[in-house]
Nanobody
Framework: QVQLVESGGGLVQAGGSLRLSCAASGRTFIRYAMAWFRQAPGKEREFVAA????????AYRSSVKGRFTISSDNAQNTVYLQMNSLKSEDTAVYYC????????????????WGQGTQVTVSS
């Protein structure tokens, strides 16, 4: 069974930074595309960023480009999302997602999800 466990969320002021982590277990993830999604209250879950485990392929939502950076650590089976210059509109529950069937892209939506971690940005 694939398990994804997110951590690193919290409350931060606008302009601040947070780093989210997604620890993956239960499979060999070398061929998986990994992604971060987010869901704000009353809104649909939306794609944020994706990466291959090699780190060679990444994709970002346009509104986070230049502010967020996705990265992977193969040795630790962990994917990170460094979020800088946070805005109030970044407030959401952030979810880790894994898909063994595709390359990283803004259209991916794998079958495996973590439980989510809350990010709240105060203005």
């Amino acid at each position: 069974q694939v398990q994804l466990v997110e951590s690193g969320g919290g409350l931060v002021q606008a302009g601040g930074s947070l780093r989210l982590s997604c620890a993956a277990s239960g499979r060999t993830f070398i061929r998986y595309a990994m992604a971060w999604f987010r869901q704000a209250p009353g809104k649909e879950r939306e794609f944020v960023a994706a990466i291959s485990w090699s780190g060679l392929t990444t994709a970002y939502r346009s509104s986070v480009k230049g502010r967020f950076t996705i990265s992977s650590d193969n040795a630790q089976n962990t994917v990170y999302l460094q979020m800088n210059s946070l805005k109030s509109e970044d407030t959401a529950v952030y979810y880790c997602n894994a898909d063994p069937t595709t390359i990283p892209s803004s259209t991916m939506r794998g079958a495996y999800w973590g439980q989510g971690t809350q990010v709240t940005v105060s203005s």
